[in-house]
């Protein structure tokens, strides 16, 4: 599968569960040989993700707007860490390196995320497989909505996700 786009977080969530799966998913990547494209951030669930796939021996490439980096926010304990000048051009450069992505809990920025690479599958422009980690039931809702979409005729092409409640089952499903 080669590398992995993570899409998650840059904040822990009020549920120290969440923190233990950003450190599982970091690892359990790293382990199984794949590596990992993010948001290039050293706080959060991205932050624990990074980490721990390094700490794994994992590769960790972070890319992240210049404007970020400035404010402190940039990993410099990644395996590479590539600056850009947008956010777009951040979701752009992530796409390019990975053939994979998951989308992880996260609040606006993981949606956004989530949602233009869906858009762009949906329309033609990738076909990389799309999961959501699931973990606590935290995507219930918007798969609920998802599904609403559908049957009211909004939602056309590849819109697949593939959705799991645990890292490994995602990894196996999506290779």
Same mark, same amino acid.
């Given at each position: 599968?080669?590398?992995?786009?993570?899409?998650?977080?840059?904040?822990?969530?009020?549920?120290?569960?969440?923190?233990?799966?950003?450190?599982?998913?970091?690892?359990?990547?790293?382990?199984?040989?794949?590596?990992?494209?993010?948001?290039?951030?050293?706080?959060?669930?991205?932050?624990?993700?990074?980490?721990?796939?390094?700490?794994?021996?994992?590769?960790?490439?972070?890319?992240?707007?210049?404007?970020?980096?400035?404010?402190?926010?940039?990993?410099?304990?990644?395996?590479?860490?590539?600056?850009?000048?947008?956010?777009?051009?951040?979701?752009? $450069?992530?796409?390019? +390196?990975?053939?994979?992505? &998951?989308? !992880?809990?996260?609040? #606006? @920025?993981?949606? *956004?995320? =989530?949602?233009?690479?869906?858009?762009? $599958?949906?329309?033609? +422009?990738?076909?990389?497989? &799309?999961? !959501?980690?699931?973990? #606590? @039931?935290?995507? *219930?809702? =918007?798969?609920?909505?998802?599904?609403?979409?559908?049957?009211?005729?909004?939602?056309?092409?590849?819109?697949?996700?593939?959705?799991?409640?645990?890292?490994?089952? =995602?990894?196996?499903?999506?290779?």
């Amino acid at each position: 599968m080669g590398r992995i786009a993570i899409f998650c977080g840059a904040s822990a969530g009020n549920d120290p569960r969440y923190m233990q799966m950003a450190i599982d998913v970091g690892r359990t990547i790293a382990n199984r040989g794949n590596g990992i494209v993010y948001g290039g951030g050293h706080v959060g669930l991205m932050g624990l993700v990074a980490d721990a796939a390094m700490k794994a021996g994992g590769e960790v490439i972070g890319v992240i707007p210049r404007f970020m980096e400035k404010a402190e926010l940039a990993h410099q304990g990644v395996t590479q860490l590539i600056l850009v000048d947008t956010m777009h051009e951040r979701k752009q $450069r992530m796409h390019e +390196l990975s053939s994979a992505v &998951i989308a !992880l809990p996260g609040g #606006f @920025g993981t949606m *956004d995320e =989530l949602f233009e690479l869906l858009t762009w $599958r949906q329309i033609g +422009l990738h076909e990389q497989p &799309i999961g !959501l980690l699931n973990a #606590f @039931g935290f995507y *219930d809702a =918007l798969l609920q909505q998802v599904e609403h979409m559908r049957k009211e005729g909004f939602l056309h092409g590849d819109t697949r996700l593939v959705v799991e409640t645990e890292i490994e089952r =995602l990894l196996d499903r999506l290779a």
